[in-house]
């Protein structure tokens, strides 16, 4: 089985290849050939160093082939893997550092931030998933490019439902919810409902009982966790569910955009240069290319939401929640699930069919999902609170506006590019003002002529 990695010279494609490395299952559903792609030849040369080193530890490995020709790259894979950066972290510097300049949230996905990434990205996604459909009609898209859940319902338009969109925050919350109840994460059941970086935890249920609500009751196991101590005890027993962290921008947002703007760099501005620093070191280190990313990845998690958690009080990530596996191990469940009709459930990014009430039948959502052979099928949330579908209908409309003003940059021409755009950064929640997202908009350059 061939999978094909786009961006495969980025940072975390070594947390991927570890997961192949331990794959033990049958050869017919096991990955035997990974190619990389990327647009970087001295990305992928690093990262190959890595992944070479990875390599020597184990008595068989799955053989690595790279390359910077994309139709090369997806001809003849059986699962393609996107996780590209357009415009690298430069660009995902000046997507923080512009809306931060008018007093607004500046995120890699939420908010303004988040708008102008998808801007940036949508009509390189798009083309991919053109390539994909001329060159590898067959094969499977596993999507983790940010944002994720705009992304996968713009590469939807051209593949269907062979694209799956993966996030690793909702396992990682339902897991972290199990641990703080004493009971182990694989025996639970969660009804979980949303889209990407917007969602909630509504249930954890154990041997046929909800035991969410015992959770919520205990101030002392509540606040044991990632979640618990982001939001405090009191709001989570407010809202009765666990939000996925990304939603710390929504509910303290006058406290996290202080501590961003306190902060000496942007998370954009901390990876551009810790990661220059990695990929100069490891394309020249002689056999020390491992150890240099591991050093370089526990530093990145330990500083993973470093602004949020300085805005509620200031805490240390736990030990367990610093190994970086997550959406790697959930890109080889629906390989596994897909490639052996091993039928499994999982929270991952498709199309809503009726899945949600009041969202239509192609709204990506981030929901449970029953996926085997035939794909990922969503599951019925049944109803939604209505603050929850409120904030859901509104960042919809968003992601569709950015979508739109993508399409329309080669379609209808720059004028309703930038209405469409204009239209998805007035309309975020986030953003207070249409003169300030104009004004975010005249100082991104975006949407760019394709």
């Given at each position: 089985m061939?999978?094909?990695?786009?961006?495969?010279?980025?940072?975390?494609?070594?947390?991927?290849?570890?997961?192949?490395?331990e794959d033990t299952g049958d050869d017919a559903g096991r990955c035997t050939e990974l190619v990389l792609y990327d647009t970087d030849r001295h990305r992928l040369d690093a990262?190959?160093?890595?992944?070479?080193?990875?390599?020597?530890?184990?008595?068989?490995a799955v053989a690595v082939r790279a390359t910077t020709d994309l139709d090369d790259a997806l001809r003849g894979a059986d699962f393609v893997f996107s996780a590209i950066r357009v415009g690298g972290l430069e660009g995902r510097a000046r997507d923080e550092r512009i809306p931060l300049a008018e007093g607004v949230l500046g995120q890699e996905t939420v908010g303004a931030g988040g708008v102008l990434y998808g801007l940036r990205t949508l009509p390189v996604a798009t083309r991919i998933a053109e390539r994909v459909a001329a060159v590898a009609p067959d094969a499977w898209v596993i999507n983790f490019t940010n944002p994720a859940g705009m992304v996968t319902e713009a590469m939807r338009r051209v593949l269907g439902d062979r694209v799956i969109g993966i996030c690793d925050s909702p396992v990682g919350l339902c897991r972290r919810a199990a641990r703080a109840?004493?009971?182990?994460?694989?025996?639970?059941v969660y009804d979980y409902v949303g889209l990407n970086h917007l969602g909630w935890l509504r249930?954890?249920?154990?041997?046929?009982?909800?035991?969410?609500?015992?959770?919520?009751?205990?101030?002392?196991?509540?606040?044991?966790?990632?979640?618990?101590?982001?939001?405090?005890?009191?709001?989570?027993?407010?809202?009765?569910?666990?939000?996925?962290?990304?939603?710390?921008?929504y509910y303290f947002n006058r406290e996290a955009v202080a501590s961003i703007q306190q902060?000496?760099?942007?998370?954009?501005?901390?990876?551009?240069?810790?990661?220059?620093r990695f990929y100069e070191t490891a394309r020249?280190?002689?056999?020390?290319?491992?150890?240099?990313?591991?050093?370089?990845?526990?530093?990145?998690e330990t500083t993973y939401l470093a602004a949020s958690r300085e805005a509620s009080g200031g805490w240390e990530r736990d030990s367990c929640d610093l190994d970086g596996g997550g959406y790697d191990r959930i890109a080889l469940a629906i390989m596994r699930a897909i490639a052996r009709?091993?039928?499994?459930?999982?929270?991952?990014?498709?199309?809503?069919?009726?899945?949600?009430?009041?969202?239509?039948?192609?709204?990506?959502?981030?929901?449970?999902?029953?996926?085997?052979?035939?794909?990922?099928?969503?599951?019925?949330?049944?109803?939604?609170?209505?603050?929850?579908?409120g904030l859901m209908l509104s960042l919809k409309a968003v992601e569709r506006s950015t979508i739109e003003a993508a399409e329309a940059i080669t379609e209808a021409g720059p004028a309703a590019a930038r209405g469409a755009a204009l239209r998805a950064l007035a309309l975020h929640p986030l953003v207070d003002s249409v003169n300030v997202a104009s004004r975010i908009l005249d100082a991104s350059g975006l949407p760019a002529t394709a």
């Open positions: 061939r999978l094909t990695v786009l961006g495969g010279g980025g940072f975390r494609m070594p947390l991927v290849y570890r997961a192949l490395l990262i190959g160093a890595v992944l070479a080193e990875q390599a020597r530890q184990h008595p068989v109840l004493g009971t182990d994460p694989d025996r639970a249930g954890v249920v154990v041997d046929g009982r909800d035991r969410l609500p015992e959770l919520l009751a205990d101030a002392g196991a509540l606040e044991s966790f990632e979640e618990g101590k982001l939001f405090g005890a009191d709001w989570l027993r407010t809202l009765g569910a666990l939000p996925n962290e990304y939603l710390h921008y902060a000496t760099t942007t998370r954009g501005e901390f990876l551009r240069e810790q990661q220059a020249t280190a002689d056999g020390g290319a491992l150890a240099a990313w591991e050093r370089t990845r526990l530093e990145r009709d091993e039928r499994t459930t999982l929270i991952l990014n498709v199309g809503n069919r009726t899945a949600v009430p009041g969202l239509d039948a192609d709204a990506v959502v981030e929901v449970p999902c029953l996926v085997d052979a035939g794909g990922a099928r969503p599951m019925a949330t049944g109803a939604v609170a209505p603050d929850q579908l």
